[in-house]
């Protein structure tokens, strides 16, 4: 049952878990946040480029949650 093995975890075991999550949602959002700027450029010849779905920009709110936690 996955909340036994909660449980059975040790503190240490359970922040280093907790900080490679953050770490991990961290690069993503830095790797979303690098497309973003790419696509919202304006091209030398005046055109916009494709600017973000509404799906692609709902995702990018869901992540940004995570950036904002307390490190405790």
Avoid: P
Wanted: glycine share 6%; charged share 25%; hydrophobic share 40%.
């Amino acid at each position: 049952m996955q909340t036994a093995m909660f449980i059975e975890c040790s503190s240490s075991d359970l922040n280093l878990s907790i900080w490679g999550i953050k770490i991990h949602v961290l690069e993503i959002w830095i790797r979303f946040m690098k497309r973003f700027h790419w696509f919202k450029q304006i091209s030398s010849n005046g055109k916009l480029e494709r600017r973000l779905s509404l799906g692609e920009y709902k995702r990018a709110i869901s992540w940004s949650k995570y950036l904002v936690s307390s490190g405790d």
